[in-house]
C-alpha cells in the first residue's frame, strides 16, 4: 500500500455501524474508501501489518487519522476515513507517525502492504441520510451487528437519478410497514469504477440477515414488486458481498 494512496486504512461505517458509520445528522456524509483485494496466501500478513499500523497510531497518539475496515469473504478490505471536501485527500494522516516511528521502519511497513496484493484503488462514496432507512432510535442499539450484507446496484449515469428516486420509493414504503431490515445507502463519488448506489444492511452474523430479510419481505408483500421491477429494468449489474466491520483493524483516537 503506498503511502500517498491511503487515507488511510480504513474506515464503514461503524466504528460506526460499512456502515453503521457514527455519524452526524447530515444529510450526506462523504467517505474516502481505500480497496485492497489480498492475495489469499497473504491475509494472516496483511491482517498483521493492519494491527501493526493501528497499534503506532494508538501508541503514538496519532490525532490526524482515523478508519474504520469492512473485510469480505472474497477477501476484499475496504478502508473509509470520513472527509470534509476533496481537500482533506492531500493531508498527511501520518507525518507524525513516520517522524514517531523512524522512517525506515515507516518505510518498511508500507512496502509490506505492497507485497499482498497486485492492485489497489481509492474512491469517494457518500452517505446518504436521506435514502437511507436508518431511524435515529435504532442507531444506538447496533453495537454488536458487526455483519454487513452489502448490495452494490450498478447503473448508467443516465438512469442514476430515476434509481434514486426509486430509493426514496423503497423507504417510504419501509417506513410505511415499519420494517425491521434497516440499512444505509450510499452513492459512488469521484474516483469509483462505475456508478452505483450501495445499500449497507446490518445483522449479528448471516443467519440473522436471512431471517430479517425473510421477515422483510413477507412483511412488504406485493407493495414491494413494482417498485423492485422497475429497479431490475434499470440496473446494469448486482454485486452482493457479506462484509464483517473489522474493530481489531480500524483506529479511532477518540475512542483511545
Given at each position: 500500500?503506498?503511502?500517498?494512496?491511503?487515507?488511510?486504512?480504513?474506515?464503514?461505517?461503524?466504528?460506526?455501524?460499512?456502515?453503521?458509520?457514527?455519524?452526524?445528522?447530515?444529510?450526506?456524509?462523504?467517505?474516502?474508501?481505500?480497496?485492497?483485494?489480498?492475495?489469499?496466501?497473504?491475509?494472516?500478513?496483511?491482517?498483521?501489518?493492519?494491527?501493526t499500523l493501528a497499534d503506532n497510531c494508538t501508541k503514538y497518539n496519532v490525532?490526524?487519522?482515523?478508519?474504520?475496515?469492512?473485510?469480505?469473504?472474497?477477501?476484499?478490505?475496504?478502508?473509509?476515513?470520513?472527509?470534509?471536501?476533496?481537500?482533506?485527500?492531500?493531508?498527511?494522516?501520518?507525518?507524525?507517525?513516520?517522524?514517531?516511528?523512524?522512517?525506515?521502519?515507516?518505510?518498511?511497513?508500507?512496502?509490506?502492504?505492497?507485497?499482498?496484493?497486485?492492485?489497489?484503488?481509492?474512491?469517494?462514496?457518500?452517505?446518504?441520510?436521506?435514502?437511507?432507512?436508518?431511524?435515529?432510535?435504532?442507531?444506538?442499539?447496533?453495537?454488536?451487528?458487526?455483519?454487513?450484507?452489502?448490495?452494490?446496484?450498478?447503473?448508467?449515469?443516465?438512469?442514476?437519478?430515476k434509481v434514486l428516486a426509486l430509493a426514496k420509493e423503497f423507504k417510504d414504503?419501509?417506513?410505511?410497514?415499519?420494517?425491521?431490515?434497516?440499512?444505509?445507502?450510499?452513492?459512488?463519488?469521484?474516483?469509483?469504477?462505475?456508478?452505483?448506489?450501495?445499500?449497507?444492511?446490518?445483522?449479528?452474523?448471516?443467519?440473522?440477515?436471512?431471517?430479517?430479510?425473510?421477515?422483510?419481505?413477507?412483511?412488504?408483500?406485493?407493495?414491494?414488486?413494482?417498485?423492485?421491477?422497475?429497479?431490475?429494468?434499470?440496473?446494469?449489474?448486482?454485486?452482493?458481498?457479506?462484509?464483517?466491520?473489522?474493530?481489531?483493524?480500524?483506529?479511532?483516537?477518540?475512542?483511545?
Amino acid at each position: 500500500m503506498k503511502f500517498k494512496s491511503i487515507p488511510f486504512l480504513i474506515s464503514i461505517l461503524l466504528i460506526s455501524p460499512f456502515f453503521l458509520i457514527a455519524q452526524a445528522d447530515a444529510d450526506s456524509q462523504a467517505y474516502w474508501v481505500h480497496e485492497d483485494p489480498v492475495y489469499p496466501a497473504k491475509v494472516a500478513d496483511y491482517e498483521g501489518y493492519c494491527t501493526t499500523l493501528a497499534d503506532n497510531c494508538t501508541k503514538y497518539n496519532v490525532k490526524e487519522a482515523k478508519w474504520v475496515a469492512v473485510s469480505t469473504d472474497d477477501l476484499r478490505y475496504f478502508h473509509l476515513s470520513p472527509i470534509v471536501n476533496m481537500a482533506d485527500l492531500d493531508k498527511s494522516r501520518f507525518s507524525l507517525l513516520r517522524d514517531k516511528m523512524g522512517e525506515s521502519e515507516f518505510n518498511e511497513l508500507f512496502d509490506n502492504f505492497d507485497n499482498c496484493y497486485d492492485t489497489h484503488f481509492d474512491y469517494i462514496i457518500h452517505l446518504d441520510n436521506n435514502l437511507s432507512y436508518m431511524p435515529k432510535d435504532v442507531r444506538s442499539t447496533q453495537v454488536g451487528m458487526e455483519f454487513r450484507k452489502l448490495e452494490f446496484w450498478y447503473v448508467t449515469p443516465q438512469n442514476f437519478p430515476k434509481v434514486l428516486a426509486l430509493a426514496k420509493e423503497f423507504k417510504d414504503l419501509y417506513a410505511e410497514k415499519n420494517s425491521k431490515e434497516y440499512y444505509q445507502l450510499f452513492r459512488s463519488g469521484f474516483g469509483a469504477v462505475g456508478q452505483f448506489i450501495l445499500v449497507s444492511i446490518p445483522a449479528r452474523n448471516p443467519e440473522d440477515y436471512e431471517r430479517v430479510r425473510k421477515e422483510n419481505k413477507e412483511l412488504l408483500g406485493e407493495a414491494r414488486t413494482p417498485v423492485y421491477e422497475q429497479l431490475l429494468k434499470l440496473i446494469t449489474r448486482v454485486e452482493t458481498l457479506n462484509g464483517y466491520i473489522r474493530a481489531d483493524l480500524s483506529y479511532d483516537p477518540e475512542k483511545q
